[in-house]
């Protein structure tokens, strides 16, 4: 029979707090690892650390060395205690650990004995360091794992900019507070402030556009700027989505997203976020490429906030270069995430080694056509020299591809994958060669984004699990049914 929660079940056993240590006595009493791992762990302060040890290994040397700290080569007496902020037992012995919590109890000093919770005035979190903000986590129930992995989380959710954008604000503090009387709009300068351009400039390491940005919020509080970002998706699968496309996605107030990607990656966005579908496949765009920059102009002009998401990375062969050109013409202030393009993806289900010493030193991303529709137009030679060819939106035209390659002198034994939804749960992998290659584009139960690698290095990856790339018709049908 399950317990029934009680009242006190969700109220804390311990009251979370920051303790100031800048300039101030911390003292760690032991020789080894434990010692060593506190003492790496005030180096995130500005403590001026002291270690207790007769005996320091020579771990703890390297970090006490490198947090600029110092080593009491003594044996423990609680004298050493005296004008302690802080006091942490790390000998690893039980009775010497007590025995320093007791003497720093005796001065009045917090005491922490590591991996000894019934004897510690306090305990330490994990700590997610982006000075001057900072985060800790603990744990009294199942611990430093639990406290270890959400720490993970954290430190994917909070940019390494956090600590600079914090700075920033502060140094614009006093002037909002002079020149933005209302307490509620100077809520919603800070909610702007923190997730709009600002805050953007300073993830793309541009910290001089972002004050100018900041600024410029200040100056225009009232007439909200938008801002755009080209997000690539990746392949589809939702954890290889960069951690920025993530907190981008949760940011935004509107997701201009393609067909190409799977709903579960559009629906990591905010939920109040309103979604608009592009729509664009091969031979069915339901919305040009000029609607597409119209949607983008319109929306940041607006003041909104937009992710354009789209398949794989948006800088190859996303149409990015146009978008970016109408959204300079506008005068709207935009940004690029990258992400994983299918050609990378498609290797790594593979384990296809796009460039191999001795084998392939070049790589090609390519389309089966150019936008007159030619095939080939340009980087059939290099396939001829070596090169890897990831041949991108080839399925229908790979009787043209082959042709084209045999005709020009490439072996027809030049070993060729395909790989169908790369990265998905739908996976499927296909083999054979230059010679096999024309039959997939009859083959129509393959119908879903495919990516195909020509190259010797293709014979070097993990094919075992492949599927034939030419299958007699009777086959055919059994693998159709």
């Known amino acids: 029979m399950a317990r029934q929660a009680k009242a006190t079940d969700r109220k804390l056993a311990v009251f979370p707090a920051f303790h100031k240590v800048e300039g101030k006595r911390v003292v760690v009493v032991g020789g080894g690892d434990e010692a060593a791992a506190k003492v790496r762990l005030l180096a995130e302060t500005l403590a001026d650390i002291v270690v207790v040890a007769p005996q320091a ?21 609680p004298a050493q ?113 923190f997730s709009g351009p600002v805050a ?3 993830q793309a390491g541009r910290p001089d556009a972002a004050r100018n940005e900041a600024q410029r919020l200040l100056n225009t509080r ?51 976020a309103e979604r608009i579908s592009v729509g664009k496949r091969k031979g069915r765009h339901s919305v040009s490429q000029d609607e597409i920059n119209a949607i983008l102009v319109r929306e940041a002009s607006h003041g909104r906030r937009v992710v354009r998401l789209k398949a794989g990375d948006p800088l190859v062969f996303g149409r990015a270069g146009e978008e970016i050109a109408a959204l300079r013409a506008a005068g709207i202030a935009h940004d690029v995430v990258p992400g994983v393009t299918a050609a990378l993806a498609a290797a790594a289900g593979t384990r296809i080694p796009l460039t191999l010493r001795g084998v392939a030193s070049d790589l090609v991303f390519a389309t089966g056509h150019d936008r ?16 890897t060819v990831a041949v991108y939106m080839g399925r229908t035209v790979a009787s043209r591809v082959a042709d084209r390659l045999l005709g020009a002198g490439l072996s027809p034994a030049t070993p060729v994958a395909v790989v169908e939804n790369a990265a998905q749960r739908n996976e499927r992998f296909f083999a054979g060669t230059l010679a096999d290659l024309p039959a997939l584009q009859g083959r129509h139960e393959i119908d879903g984004p495919t990516l195909i690698i020509i190259g010797e290095a293709v014979g070097h990856g993990d094919l075992a ?17």
């Open 465 to 481: 699990n492949s599927q034939p790339l030419r299958v007699a018709p009777a086959e055919r049908a059994v693998v159709a049914a």
């Open 81 to 193: 205690l005296k004008g302690a902020v802080l006091v942490f037992a790390a000998s690893g012995e039980e009775a010497e650990d007590t025995s320093v919590v007791a003497a720093a109890r005796a001065l009045g000093i917090p005491a922490n004995a590591v991996d000894r919770p019934e004897i510690c005035d306090f305990y330490v979190g994990a700590l997610v360091n982006r000075a001057p903000v900072a985060v800790a986590i603990t744990s009294t129930g199942v611990g430093p794992v639990l406290a270890r992995h959400i720490r993970a989380r954290i430190e994917a959710m909070l940019p390494r900019e956090t600590g600079d954008l914090a700075r920033l604000a502060e140094s614009f503090r006093e002037t909002v507070v002079r020149v933005i009387s209302s307490g509620v709009e100077r809520r919603r300068f800070w909610a702007r402030f």
């Open 372 to 387: 007159d529709g030619e095939t080939l137009p340009s980087w059939g030679t290099m396939a001829l020299q070596g090169a």
């Open 57 to 77: 290994e020579d771990v703890l040397r390297d970090a006490v060395a490198r947090a600029g700290g110092a080593i009491v080569a003594e044996a423990f007496d």
């Open 200 to 202: 953007a400039q300073l």
């Open 222 to 272: 009232n007439q909200e700027a938008g801002f755009v970002w080209l997000v690539g998706a990746g392949p589809g699968a939702e954890d290889l989505l960069t951690l920025r496309a993530q907190r981008l996605l949760q940011e935004a107030d509107v997701i201009v997203h393609d067909a190409l990607v799977p709903e579960a990656v559009v629906a990591m966005g905010r939920r109040d």
